[in-house]
């Protein structure tokens, strides 16, 4: 699946920043309900929302109308994400799988919390660094593990993964 583009409004690091995305039309589409889970028979989609070695907590703002990616907020203050000498950010590529969904009503029988009501993480273990950029990335639907958080007793369960192929938007 290609073709997508971004639009960014407003400044960086501000409350107001927002990407929104287009489909091969121009049409604006969320990236948590319009672009599909698979991008072929073994490989699933990833909206990549902190790129490798950056900073800004960015999110897919699930509550705002086209789920437009955002950064996320705490106590009226923009998250970031924390260095780990000597490495600036993350490091990996961190994101979303689209139209997953981590249910807060289902209560996980091995740790007895719910879900945090996000689409499903994923980091993207790759050498490829995406720069300044919101992309895609097409990752092997062959997981190589994942493990759940507890998190203040909201369950969060995070995919790793190695992109077979990635695309700018």
């Known amino acids: 699946m290609?073709?997508?583009?971004?639009?960014?409004?407003?400044?960086?690091?501000?409350?107001?920043y927002r990407v929104f995305l287009k489909n091969e039309k121009g049409q604006y589409i969320s990236p948590f309900h319009?672009?599909?889970?698979?991008?072929d028979k073994d490989v699933f989609?990833?909206?990549?929302?902190?790129?490798?070695?950056s900073n800004a907590k960015m999110e897919i703002a699930t509550k705002d109308p086209l789920n437009p990616?955002?950064?996320?907020?705490?106590?009226?203050k923009l998250r970031y994400v924390a260095n780990l000498f000597p490495y600036k950010g993350?490091?990996?590529?961190?994101?979303?799988?689209?139209?997953?969904?981590?249910?807060?009503?289902?209560?996980?029988?091995?740790?007895?919390?719910?879900g945090d009501n996000d689409p499903i993480d994923v980091c993207e273990i790759g050498s490829k660094v995406?720069?300044?950029?919101?992309?895609?990335?097409?990752?092997?639907?062959i997981v190589m593990w994942y493990t759940k958080f507890i998190l203040?007793?909201?369950?969060?369960?995070?995919?790793?993964s190695i992109s077979k192929i990635m695309m700018s938007l």
């Open 90 to 114: 993350y490091i990996w590529n961190y994101g979303a799988i689209p139209q997953t969904w981590e249910d807060p009503g289902h209560n996980d029988k091995h740790t007895g919390c719910c």
């Open 130 to 141: 995406m720069e300044s950029e919101i992309f895609f990335c097409r990752v092997n639907k």
């Open 69 to 76: 990616i955002k950064q996320d907020v705490k106590k009226g």
């Open 152 to 160: 203040q007793k909201i369950l969060l369960i995070k995919y790793m």
């Open 34 to 39: 319009d672009v599909p889970i698979y991008a």
């Open 2 to 16: 290609s073709g997508f583009s971004s639009e960014e409004r407003a400044a960086p690091f501000t409350l107001e």
């Open 45 to 53: 989609h990833m909206v990549v929302e902190v790129p490798r070695w």
